[in-house]
């Protein structure tokens, strides 16, 4: 079998893989909850979509601006404090949207410590403040948990772009802005609609947040089917309603951009720095530091009052069990989906007709399933799986395979390939799109051909792309709560566990302490990771 021929049967099997949960949901159909789905159909389903469109749409501008607006000041411009906020903008990233959820709540809400203070000092109800749980309170705590997404890959791609792009620009009479607009960010489009595409997925996934501002939603409307009406057929239907909404959100865009190239001979060298001067230069220190304190500071001071309050009684040796399998999956997932995008990434490269880039969209849907969702399409292949393979195993090892690999870490591992390939795929094929067609052909003349081509010429250049990759990787599964609740093997309690435990039980203040925890475990590997893609 040829190399070029070994790629695209590795693409194709990646994409068998990746999607065979997702068809188990998809299988639903061929057993209609009719009285389920009428009742939703006639009374909420519409209310659902029209507010996870709006949500989606709404975080997803909002994210883009904040994002792509900070990216470019880091990256491109020089004021005080740029070589700190560079980093720690990124640290949102830290918190789940769902801590973020009910620290916002906790704070802002009729009860809580702000409008207490508020009413003892102005003696008035404070009817004219807007509720916490609203539209508006949902879009704010969704944006200011996800813009790193785009802020990251953003930064990356201004930093990349090389001095002579934008000396082009101002050579044919651009400003600095006009060269942004006109320049950079076309070029970094990559990376901008990489960051998007995953701020997209995960506003279309969440339930933690959403569920906390009671804002209803498609993923509210399958819990509700699943726990509520006990109809999983229901709940899967619903489920491939945002499958469907990803996959076209993804073509489109992988569309518009099919014919346009991100690479050229200005790709080298990076540009002196913007230097921003009088009150621009504080403007720019005011705004980082506003998106900072709102999106890092102010949540984890709250959750670290909290924390202390319950510390004496709480804190005790589980919470080194529950950080070291959390770090040792996320360590773990980061290294398999790095590899395997990786694989996608080079496959799509060699071979980018139709067929191999619906291949490959089909291979990062994951993101757009709830994970509570993809978790049981999970369970019911191993299960499948489990009851084809017990003869042969019990006569070589004299095991019980019945439950081999249902609730085992491999099936842990897979969830979380499955369901966060589209989050390590992006920073690495951003960073694809940036090695010329023209670096192969020179490679191949001087004798580096296939793996070693791979290997000795694109690792190198991709590097910055798979450290990316590997802190959203990281990140993400340290944060991801029903995927590890549903498939962990028996006593493997995570932090997130933890935390769900907690929150489900109103325990806010208790919640807290293992929040405050994986924050920390978080900060660390985040600071590693970004340092080693500067």
């Given at each position: 079998?040829?190399?070029?021929?070994?790629?695209?049967?590795?693409?194709?099997?990646?994409?068998?893989?990746?999607?065979?949960?997702?068809a188990?949901?998809?299988?639903?159909?061929?057993?209609?909850a009719?009285?389920?789905?009428?009742?939703?159909?006639?009374?909420?389903?519409?209310?659902l979509?029209?507010?996870?469109?709006?949500?989606?749409?709404?975080?997803?501008?909002?994210?883009?601006?904040?994002?792509?607006?900070?990216?470019?000041?880091?990256?491109?411009?020089?004021?005080?404090?740029?070589?700190?906020?560079?980093?720690?903008?990124?640290l949102?990233?830290?918190?789940?949207?769902?801590?973020?959820?009910?620290?916002?709540?906790?704070?802002?809400?009729?009860?809580?410590?702000?409008?207490?203070?508020?009413?003892?000092?102005?003696?008035?109800?404070?009817?004219?403040?807007?509720?916490?749980?609203s539209?508006?309170?949902?879009?704010?705590?969704?944006?200011?948990?996800?813009?790193?997404?785009?802020?990251?890959?953003?930064?990356?791609?201004f930093?990349?772009?090389?001095?002579?792009?934008?000396?082009?620009?101002?050579?044919?009479?651009?400003?600095?802005?006009?060269?942004?607009?006109?320049?950079?960010?076309?070029?970094?489009?990559?990376?901008?609609?990489?960051g998007?595409?995953?701020?997209?997925?995960?506003?279309?996934?969440?339930?933690?947040?959403?569920?906390?501002?009671?804002?209803?939603?498609?993923?509210?409307?399958?819990?509700?089917?699943?726990?509520?009406?006990?109809?999983?057929?229901?709940?899967?239907?619903?489920?491939?309603?945002?499958?469907?909404?990803a996959?076209?959100?993804?073509?489109?865009?992988?569309?518009?951009?099919?014919?346009?190239?991100?690479?050229?001979p200005?790709?080298?060298?990076?540009?002196?720095?913007?230097?921003?001067?009088?009150?621009?230069?504080?403007?720019?220190?005011?705004?980082?530091?506003?998106?900072?304190?709102?999106?890092?500071?102010?949540?984890v001071i709250?959750?670290?009052?909290?924390?202390?309050?319950?510390?004496?009684?709480?804190?005790?040796?589980?919470?080194?069990?529950?950080l070291?399998?959390?770090?040792?999956?996320?360590?773990?997932?980061?290294?398999?989906?790095?590899?395997?995008?990786?694989l996608?990434?080079?496959?799509?490269?060699?071979?980018?007709?139709?067929?191999?880039?619906?291949?490959?969209?089909f291979?990062?849907?994951?993101?757009?399933?709830?994970?509570?969702?993809?978790?049981?399409?999970?369970?019911?292949?191993?299960?499948?799986?489990?009851?084809?393979?017990?003869?042969?195993?019990?006569?070589?090892?004299?095991?019980?395979?019945?439950?081999?690999?249902?609730?085992?870490?491999?099936?842990?591992?897979?969830?979380?390939?499955?369901?966060?390939?589209?989050?390590?795929?992006?920073?690495?094929?951003?960073?694809?799109?940036?090695?010329?067609?023209?670096?192969?052909?020179?490679?191949?003349?001087?004798?580096?051909?296939?793996?070693?081509?791979?290997?000795?010429?694109?690792?190198?250049?991709l590097?910055?792309?798979?450290a990316?990759?590997?802190?959203?990787?990281?990140?993400?599964?340290?944060?991801?709560?029903?995927?590890?609740?549903?498939?962990?093997?028996?006593?493997?309690?995570?932090?997130?566990?933890?935390?769900?435990?907690l929150?489900?039980e109103?325990?806010?203040?208790?919640?807290?302490?293992?929040?405050?925890?994986?924050?920390i475990?978080?900060?660390?590997p985040?600071?590693?990771?970004t340092?080693?893609?500067?």
């Amino acid at each position: 079998m040829s190399a070029v021929t070994g790629w695209r049967v590795a693409l194709f099997t990646i994409a068998v893989l990746a999607t065979a949960p997702l068809a188990v949901i998809f299988a639903s159909f061929l057993t209609p909850a009719d009285d389920v789905w009428r009742h939703f159909a006639s009374t909420i389903l519409s209310g659902l979509i029209f507010n996870t469109v709006v949500l989606a749409v709404a975080v997803g501008a909002a994210s883009a601006m904040i994002g792509v607006g900070l990216a470019w000041l880091v990256a491109v411009c020089e004021f005080p404090g740029r070589r700190l906020f560079s980093w720690a903008l990124i640290l949102p990233l830290a918190i789940p949207a769902y801590v973020f959820a009910f620290v916002v709540v906790g704070l802002f809400d009729f009860t809580g410590p702000l409008q207490t203070w508020l009413r003892g000092i102005t003696g008035s109800n404070l009817t004219w403040l807007p509720e916490v749980r609203s539209r508006g309170g949902i879009i704010i705590v969704m944006t200011l948990a996800l813009y790193p997404y785009v802020y990251l890959l953003a930064r990356n791609a201004f930093r990349t772009q090389g001095k002579r792009m934008l000396e082009a620009g101002r050579i044919l009479g651009l400003s600095s802005l006009g060269a942004f607009i006109h320049v950079a960010l076309p070029m970094a489009r990559p990376w901008i609609a990489a960051g998007m595409s995953l701020v997209l997925m995960e506003t279309l996934a969440d339930f933690g947040a959403v569920s906390v501002f009671n804002y209803d939603t498609l993923t509210i409307g399958i819990y509700k089917a699943w726990y509520g009406m006990f109809s999983l057929t229901a709940a899967s239907q619903i489920a491939s309603i945002l499958v469907l909404v990803a996959l076209v959100v993804l073509l489109l865009e992988q569309y518009t951009r099919s014919r346009m190239r991100f690479s050229g001979p200005g790709a080298s060298g990076e540009a002196p720095r913007i230097v921003l001067a009088g009150w621009h230069r504080w403007v720019a220190v005011a705004t980082c530091t506003a998106v900072l304190s709102a999106g890092f500071i102010i949540p984890v001071i709250q959750l670290a009052v909290w924390a202390a309050q319950v510390a004496g009684e709480d804190l005790d040796a589980r919470y080194l069990s529950y950080l070291w399998r959390t770090l040792f999956l996320a360590g773990l997932a980061a290294t398999a989906i790095c590899a395997v995008s990786l694989l996608l990434g080079y496959a799509t490269r060699k071979h980018s007709d139709l067929a191999s880039r619906l291949a490959l969209r089909f291979s990062t849907l994951g993101y757009a399933v709830p994970g509570a969702v993809l978790a049981v399409g999970i369970f019911i292949c191993f299960a499948w799986m489990d009851a084809r393979i017990p003869d042969w195993l019990r006569a070589m090892a004299g095991l019980s395979p019945g439950a081999l690999l249902q609730g085992s870490v491999m099936a842990m591992l897979c969830a979380y390939v499955i369901r966060f390939l589209a989050v390590g795929f992006g920073p690495i094929e951003g960073a694809l799109h940036r090695i010329t067609h023209s670096v192969d052909e020179a490679s191949v003349l001087l004798g580096q051909a296939g793996w070693r081509l791979l290997a000795r010429v694109h690792l190198p250049m991709l590097r910055r792309g798979l450290a990316a990759g590997a802190i959203l990787v990281f990140i993400d599964v340290m944060k991801e709560m029903p995927i590890t609740l549903m498939t962990r093997p028996f006593g493997w309690d995570t932090l997130a566990v933890r935390i769900f435990e907690l929150t489900s039980e109103g325990q806010w203040e208790r919640a807290a302490l293992p929040a405050v925890v994986l924050v920390i475990a978080g900060i660390v590997p985040l600071v590693q990771l970004t340092s080693a893609s500067e």
